[in-house]
């Protein structure tokens, strides 16, 4: 097939938009710990765009979209190993190509970024308390473990996806990574806060946000990158991209008004933090739905996000898990909200327009899948590190500073007396 320029630039773009996205959560999860903690927090999203970085190319395509499945549960990841293989997939050349002119190694890199930001999602919700060199090994197993099976039985042709045994029913839609990220990531954020514990003073000291317009900015560049990753899953620039682009800003602005009116309400003021969160419950909830909702719908989806994830982020206090940056009550209660507001908002066979429950049943199943299959393997791979690594620092580190205990480094030397 020959290679289409367009659509090739196009996805390159977009690849570029999702890669930053995650510096951008450095930023906004580096602004929302406390100052002594800034470097360690942004070092475990650069730690991800390591890590991950090579290990998708050596075999998380081939698990992920490999054509020989294993069960339907993972692709071998040894037919594109390195990404060898039949048809070469780094060919430049352009004879690599998939459906529509698309050269395979851009996919790759692509879908890469999607990966990257996963495992980077779930390091909020241990910040300020464990081991780097645990976090390494973490994030190696888990992204192996978890989001490459995820991603192939969603999207790469395994059971969940539209080839599927519940095609029949109706086909299960994730446009973008309500399940394979946000859900994966929300559930792996609520077991491992669960495991590492809580920080040392949680629910007795304050621990507020050391540089709001550091979040700010990080909500900000996460929703320009957020085009790339809902506008770029359309693999086209067409009408379908401009309509994911439309409902991805439309759900970000109605998430933000979620957020805000539940905070006036509950706590008689609104804050630039509740903005921010807003502004990442509505773009998680739209991310499953960017293709399948129209853009009234959108605002609707934002809001309800907007609102659920703004009450949900109390529940640690009630529960008594120390999910430090919110990971939980955004990611994986908006991650929610969007897969399964897909059977009532569709166009095209939600409830609301017409349909039957078909639709909402799916959603319901992958949504429960995607629950069950991270919560067992971040489980596993926590307890086992855990036993084997541990997961916290000193209490003494953790109390003066894991950025100066861990990295040997200060975020803002002028604090630290030695400007």
């Known amino acids: ?73 993972f692709g071998n990841p040894f037919e594109q190993f390195g990404l060898w293989g039949d048809g070469n997939v780094f060919n430049a050349d352009g004879s690599a190509v998939i459906d529509g002119g698309l050269p395979i190694i851009v996919d790759v890199g692509f879908q890469a970024t999607f990966a990257i930001i996963t495992v980077a999602l779930i390091s909020g919700a241990i910040a300020d308390r464990v081991k780097f060199s645990t976090w390494l090994v973490f994030s190696v197993l888990w992204v192996t473990l978890s989001f490459f099976p995820l991603a192939h039985l969603v999207w790469g042709g395994g059971l969940l996806s539209g080839d599927g045994p519940f095609a029949s029913i109706a086909e299960p839609v994730d446009f973008a990574g309500g399940t394979v990220v946000h859900i ?21 000291e304050v621990m507020r946000p050391h540089n709001q317009p550091l979040v700010m900015l990080g909500a900000g560049h996460q929703w320009f990158g957020w085009f790339g990753f809902n506008a770029g899953s359309a693999y086209g620039a067409d009408g379908v991209a401009g309509l994911a682009w439309v409902n991805t800003s439309t759900a970000a602005s109605a998430g933000i008004l979620g957020w805000l009116i539940t905070e006036k309400l509950r706590d008689g003021h609104a804050t630039s933090l509740g903005a921010a969160s807003g502004v990442v419950a509505g ?10 909702l129209s ?4 605002i609707v989806l934002g809001l309800a996000a907007g609102i659920a994830s703004a009450l949900a982020v109390g529940l640690k206090y009630k529960w008594g898990y120390d999910d430090s940056l919110d990971v939980v009550g955004v990611h994986l209660v908006s991650g929610l909200v969007g897969t399964l507001a897909i059977g009532f908002l569709a166009t095209d066979g939600g409830l609301f327009y017409g349909g039957d429950a078909s639709l909402l049943a799916v959603q319901a199943v992958i949504a429960a899948v995607a629950v069950g299959i991270s919560a067992v393997v971040t489980l596993v791979i926590a307890l086992a590190l855990k036993a084997i690594m541990g997961w916290r620092i000193p209490v003494d580190d953790e109390v003066t500073s894991i950025d100066l205990a861990v990295h040997s480094e200060n975020g803002y030397e002028i604090l630290a007396g030695r400007a």
């Open 1 to 73: 097939m020959e290679l289409d320029a367009g659509l090739t630039a196009w996805m390159l773009v977009s690849a570029s938009l999702v890669l930053l996205m995650t510096p951008g959560l450095a930023l906004f999860y580096g602004g929302m710990v406390r100052s002594k903690s800034v470097l360690n927090m942004m070092m475990m999203s650069f730690s991800a765009m390591g890590v991950v970085g090579v290990v998708y190319v050596l075999w998380g395509w081939s698990m992920s979209y490999a054509s020989e499945s294993v069960g339907g549960l």
């Open 184 to 204: 994966n990531a929300g559930v792996a954020a609520r077991v491992l806060a669960l495991v590492v514990g809580k920080r040392k003073g949680f629910r007795t």
């Open 283 to 292: 773009l998680v909830a739209i991310t499953p739905a960017a293709g399948s």
């Open 295 to 298: 853009p009234g719908g959108s």
